[in-house]
């Protein structure tokens, strides 16, 4: 059997696997043992460290499989702990894309996609992309939402500006682009990785083969370390159902305050003496925020 190597899973499609070693993709499969173990879908996916043998010196074997630090995933409400589907493992980071000049920013988005990262543990980093079309007043919700603690990045895909310290965020991670459509996702990440050319891909799947097409989650290598995740999951965020027992802890700013409700189990919305309303009134918590989090509120309790 030989040595056995370590590596990324950068690809994971019906058994075949795409492992990252050294800098080199190996084409492996699926060790039978595993496959039969468990739900094949989440039994090995994209950012997923594992153990790869060498039984013959022309096949690769995925022997192992290390626990998941993180795993993001969508969960359907009410369907239970098996219906799990694990987009990505271990991913560090969400890059939270929106433009300046049209589509612009979506406040109401912005904080959905937040709190999303804030539920599954995952480190957001707020994109401002065409930064060639910034305009003056632009500035004032990104301190409301650094003073929150979250990181805002203006880059230019068009001009290169903030790419540099872009890519110095990205050293090292697994993260993954999400955003609405036309803020210029892909092409940041044609620019990051000139030979990808992203676009064209993803238009020529849309039109050739139709709906059914089978579309891939990868993993694509960074210059220098760190991956991009790309999953056809990741694109469907902005309708994620959002977990309501949680919601208020996935808005930073109110943590100082929930606790001193005079209700223990206060929504934050009618109650008397909500200390969580008394400091939006005081203006120590942003309103819009607290719109949001009454909107997203809303929602998930239908
Ligand atoms: N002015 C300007 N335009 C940009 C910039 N980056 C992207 N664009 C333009 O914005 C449009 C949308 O860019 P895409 O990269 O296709 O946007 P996307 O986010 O990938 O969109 P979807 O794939 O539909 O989700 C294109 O016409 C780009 O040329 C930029 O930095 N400045
Ligand atoms: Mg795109
Ligand atoms: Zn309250």
Redesign the pocket.
């Known amino acids: 059997m030989g040595e056995t190597l370590e590596g990324l899973v950068v690809r994971s499609t019906a058994g075949f696997i795409d492992v990252h070693v050294d800098g080199e993709v190996l084409q492996a499969r699926m060790r039978g043992r595993l496959k039969n173990t468990a739900h094949t879908t989440d039994l090995c996916v994209i950012g997923d460290r594992v153990r790869v043998s060498c039984p013959d010196e022309r096949s690769y074997v995925v022997s192992e499989v290390m626990p998941r630090k993180t795993r993001f995933s969508r969960r359907q409400p009410g369907r239970g702990p098996h219906k799990e589907d694990v987009l990505v493992a271990n991913l560090d980071q969400l890059l939270i894309?929106f433009?300046h000049?049209p589509p612009g920013l979506k406040t109401r988005l912005l904080d959905r996609f937040l709190v999303i990262a804030e539920h599954q543990d995952v480190h957001p980093l707020i994109l401002m992309?065409?930064?060639?079309?910034r305009v003056s007043g632009d500035t004032e919700w990104q301190s409301a939402y650094r003073s929150i603690g979250y990181p805002v990045l203006s880059?230019?895909?068009?001009?290169g500006e903030g790419m540099g310290e872009l890519l110095e965020n990205l050293e090292g991670k697994i993260s993954a682009f999400v955003?609405?459509?036309?803020?210029?996702?892909?092409?940041?990440i044609?620019r990051i990785l000139p030979g990808l050319d992203?676009?064209t891909a993803?238009v020529s799947d849309h039109h050739g083969k139709g709906r059914h097409t089978t579309r891939v989650a990868t993993l694509h290598a960074l210059p220098r370390s760190g991956h991009l995740a790309d999953t056809p999951g990741i694109?469907e965020l902005a309708t994620w159902a959002l977990p309501i027992e949680h919601l208020d802890r996935c808005f930073p700013e109110l943590s100082a305050f929930r606790d001193h409700c005079a209700f223990r189990s206060c929504s934050h919305t009618h109650e008397p003496s909500c200390a969580v309303v008394e400091a939006v009134n005081a203006g120590t918590i942003d309103r819009k925020r607290y719109e949001s989090y009454v909107r997203l509120r809303e929602e998930a309790t239908g």
Do not use: W, Y
């Open positions: 894309t433009c000049g992309n065409k930064s060639d079309l880059v230019s895909a068009r001009t955003g609405p459509s036309g803020v210029g996702k892909s092409s940041i044609n992203l676009g993803s694109r």
